[in-house]
């Protein structure tokens, strides 16, 4: 199982930037996929979900209102659209997949997801 995180880049406040994460080696339609950021010095932190099942998408309420996830089960990839862009968004975007069904509450949790990709650096400037 690989994902591959792709996207990112520097954008000014206010700007918006879309990240795509491809799923290979499970099926996306049969997965949960979660995005989480890390910036310098702070905790790997959750960001949003698209479970599995297709009726939770859990949002950190930090970006709220701001980011949005989708999925395209057929292309097996999953996109986080990010608008309205604050220098605080800065940090490396990773996303991560489970198929287990976990509750909304775990969802959020990096422990929940087995699998990784390596990241894609997001750079808000103000």
């Known amino acids: 199982v690989q994902l591959q995180a792709s996207g990112g880049g520097l954008v000014q406040a206010g700007g918006s930037l879309r990240l795509s994460c491809a799923l290979s080696?499970?099926?996306?339609?049969?997965?949960?996929v979660g995005w989480f950021r890390q910036a310098p010095g702070k905790e790997r932190e959750f960001v949003c979900a698209s479970a599995r099942s297709g009726r939770s998408t859990p949002y950190a309420n930090s970006v709220k209102g701001r980011f949005t996830i989708s999925r395209d089960n057929g292309k097996n990839t999953v996109y986080l659209q990010m608008n309205n862009l604050i220098p605080e968004d800065t940090a490396v975007y990773y996303c991560?997949?489970?198929?287990?069904?976990?509750?909304?509450?775990?969802?959020?949790?990096?422990?929940?997801?087995?699998?990784w990709g390596q990241g894609t650096q997001v750079t808000v400037s103000s």
């Open positions: 991560a997949s489970t198929i287990v069904s976990w509750n909304t509450g775990s969802l959020q949790l990096h422990a929940s997801y087995d699998y």
């Open positions: 080696g499970r099926t996306l339609s049969t997965s949960t």
